[in-house]
């Protein structure tokens, strides 16, 4: 697609719900990021792919949070037994390969609201 | 471990003034630095970036320099408009485990008035 795409762009849910997350990268990108932005914070890291596998899980917060990307195209973030402080809004962003220099290309984000 | 750190906002100009926000970092190794910038509504997207030492990244009027030696990349705009109006994110680049993970500091939000 132009764009990454990301869905829902707002979920609310209850405490102790299980969600899910979607990105769709830009077409070509083999690499995927996924991000946490707190309110008031910048993103912070969670998970990066390269491909179909996760190259680097380095920032999830915990084993409630896990990320797939089977095709090497769409990816999943799922979150189980979510807590309040799970809300923030959930970043996915594409690059064409890892390179460091190479931009990421951000989606609008998905806002998760957990009452 | 790395880090940014950014200049607290909001920051408030009148249309046509200068802009600086600023920003330093820590960081092993040299990575590359970023600006993001944030509209309302819409989401991240790049607006400059230096790969190596003494790089000067421009775009749509603003500028920054990769300083070593201060650690620095203080974003610069000579006259701002209404429509720079956004918050602005600097970051870093961590090739560390084979991708472009980037650290971000807090955002500095702009708020340009008339």
């Known amino acids: 697609g132009a764009g990454v795409s990301q869905t829902p762009s707002n979920k609310v849910t209850e405490k102790g719900k299980y969600v899910e997350l979607r990105c769709d990268p830009i077409?070509?990108?083999?690499?995927l990021y996924w991000y946490r932005q707190s309110l008031g914070q910048g993103p912070e890291f969670l998970i990066y792919?390269?491909?179909?596998?996760?190259?680097?899980d380095s920032g999830l917060p915990n084993d409630r949070f896990f990320a797939v990307r089977p095709e090497g195209s769409v990816s999943t973030l799922k979150i189980q037994r979510t807590e309040r402080g799970d809300s923030a809004v959930y970043l996915c962003?594409?690059?064409?390969?890892?390179?460091?220099?190479?931009?990421?290309?951000f989606g609008a984000g998905s806002r998760l609201t957990v009452l | 471990g790395n880090s940014v750190t950014q200049m607290e906002g909001p920051v408030t100009l009148s249309e046509e003034a200068f802009l600086t926000i600023n920003c330093t970092y820590t960081?092993?190794?040299?990575?590359?630095l970023f600006w993001y910038v944030q509209y309302p509504g819409e989401g991240l997207q790049l607006l400059l970036k230096?790969?190596?030492?003494?790089d000067k990244g421009s775009n749509k009027g603003f500028e920054a320099t990769y300083r070593k030696e201060t650690t620095s990349f203080h974003l610069e705009k000579g006259s701002v408009q209404v429509s720079d109006s956004a918050v602005y994110f600097c970051?870093?680049?961590?090739?560390?485990?084979?991708?472009?993970?980037?650290?971000f500091g807090t955002g500095t939000q702009l708020k340009v008035e008339l």
């Open positions: 962003a594409s690059s064409q390969d890892r390179a460091g220099a190479n931009v990421l290309t």
């Open positions: 077409s070509g990108h083999t690499a």
């Open positions: 792919f390269q491909g179909t596998g996760a190259a680097d």
């Open positions: 960081a092993t190794g040299y990575p590359s």
């Open positions: 230096a790969t190596k030492a003494d």
């Open positions: 970051a870093l680049s961590d090739l560390s485990g084979g991708g472009n993970k980037l650290t």
